[in-house]
C-alpha cells in the first residue's frame, strides 16, 4: 500500500515555487538583457535567457499546482551554474559575488533543510576557489577575500539552516494540531478532505471501509465518557495493528474511515470482513469489566470525479445499509 503525501507540505512547496520562480525569471530575464546590450557579454546573456525561459516554465505550472520535485532541483542547478558562470568571467569588483549569497536561500526554499544543508556546502568550495584565483595578489588579498567571504557565505548558511528547522518544527506542530485528532493521534476529517483533492484526480482503484461501532451511545451512558473515550483509542490501534496509521481517519464520534490504496474489490471486503470479526472477538477493559463491542462496515469503491461530499455520501450510505441489516455486519456497492 502506497504512503500518503503530506497535502499541506506539497501546498507550501507549491507556493514557494510560484513566488522564487517568478523572481528568478525577472533577475535572469534582466541581467540577460543587460549582458546583451551592454556588458557585450553574449554567452552569459544567452545562458540567463534560457534559465528565465525555465523559470517561467516552473512558474507557469506552479499557477496550476503542478510543480514537480525536478522543478526544484533544476531550478536550484541552473541559479548555482549561472552565479559561478558570472562570478567566473565578471570583474569582481562591480560585486557579482554578493549574489552567491542568496544560494543558500533557494537551497533551503526549494529543496528543504537536509538537501539545502548538502548543496549550499557543495556550492561553497568552487565559489571560493575562483574567487580566491580571481583576486588581487597585493596584500593578501585572496586570503583576506576568500576568509571574508566564507564567514559571511557561512553566516547567511547558518541563519537559513536555523530558520528552516524552526519553521518546519512549527509546521508540523501546526499541522498536527490541524489535521490530526487530539484524542487517538490519527488524522482527522480536514485531512481526508485534503488527502481527496490530491488524488481525486489520477486514483482509479481506492476503496473506503467507513467503520462505526455499535451502541456506542449506550456505552458512554452505561460506563462513562472517559471509559468510551478509552474505547476509541484501544478501537484505534486495534485498526493501526491491520492498516498503516497513515490511511486511517477518525470522522467525528465513534466514526472511523480506512483508505485502501489500489485494492482489488475483493481484497477490501476481506479486510472489511476481517475488522469486524477482530472488533467481534476482542474485549476492551473497562476497570475490572470487559466490554465486549461490534461495528458496522460500510465498503465503497472510489469513483473518478467524485466529489468529497458525495465521496462521503455514498461511503455513509453502505454503512447505514449496514446498521438496517441488524449492525455487525459489512455491506458494499
Given at each position: ?81 549561472g552565479i559561478i558562470s558570472v562570478i567566473s568571467v565578471a570583474d569582481l569588483r562591480a560585486g557579482p ?49 576568500v576568509l571574508n567571504f566564507t564567514l559571511a557565505y557561512f553566516s547567511v548558511w547558518t541563519i537559513c ?171 458494499s456497492g
Amino acid at each position: 500500500m502506497k504512503s500518503q503525501k503530506t497535502p499541506l507540505i506539497s501546498e507550501i512547496k507549491s507556493t514557494l515555487s510560484k513566488s522564487l520562480s517568478l523572481i528568478l525569471f525577472l533577475v535572469q530575464l534582466f541581467f540577460a538583457s543587460l549582458n546583451f546590450f551592454i556588458l557585450n557579454q553574449p554567452a552569459i546573456g544567452t545562458y540567463q535567457f534560457l534559465a528565465s525561459i525555465f523559470c517561467a516554465y516552473v512558474f507557469f505550472h506552479s499557477l496550476k499546482k503542478e510543480v514537480k520535485e525536478w522543478h526544484h532541483y533544476v531550478l536550484s542547478l541552473i541559479t548555482t551554474i549561472g552565479i559561478i558562470s558570472v562570478i567566473s568571467v565578471a570583474d569582481l569588483r562591480a560585486g557579482p559575488i554578493y549574489w552567491s549569497f542568496a544560494l543558500p536561500l533557494i537551497y533551503y526554499m526549494l529543496l528543504g533543510t537536509q538537501k539545502g544543508l548538502t548543496f549550499s556546502l557543495i556550492a561553497f568550495f568552487p565559489l571560493a576557489g575562483i574567487l580566491f584565483l580571481r583576486s588581487d595578489l597585493d596584500h593578501n588579498i585572496p586570503y583576506r577575500s576568500v576568509l571574508n567571504f566564507t564567514l559571511a557565505y557561512f553566516s547567511v548558511w547558518t541563519i537559513c539552516h536555523l530558520y528552516e528547522r524552526h519553521r518546519m518544527t512549527v509546521h508540523l506542530a501546526l499541522q498536527k494540531m490541524a489535521l490530526g485528532d487530539a484524542l487517538t493521534g490519527i488524522q482527522n476529517r480536514h485531512a481526508l478532505k485534503l488527502f481527496f483533492e490530491s488524488i481525486k484526480d489520477n486514483q482509479e482503484n481506492l476503496h473506503t471501509l467507513v467503520i462505526d461501532i455499535d451502541h456506542f451511545k449506550s456505552i458512554n451512558d452505561q460506563f462513562g465518557h472517559e471509559t468510551g473515550d478509552k474505547i476509541l483509542i484501544e478501537m484505534t490501534e486495534l485498526l493501526k495493528s491491520r492498516v498503516d496509521s497513515k490511511d486511517i481517519y477518525r470522522l467525528g464520534g465513534e466514526e472511523f474511515l480506512v483508505i485502501l490504496e489500489e485494492a482489488p474489490d475483493n481484497e477490501a471486503l476481506s479486510l472489511a470482513e476481517s475488522l469486524r470479526r477482530t472488533v467481534e472477538q476482542s474485549t476492551f477493559a473497562h476497570e475490572e469489566t470487559d466490554i465486549n463491542i461490534t461495528v458496522s462496515i460500510g465498503v465503497s469503491k472510489f469513483q473518478y470525479g467524485q466529489a468529497f461530499n458525495e465521496f462521503l455520501r455514498l461511503a455513509d450510505k453502505n454503512l447505514y445499509r449496514a446498521k438496517n441489516a441488524g449492525r455487525n455486519q459489512v455491506c458494499s456497492g
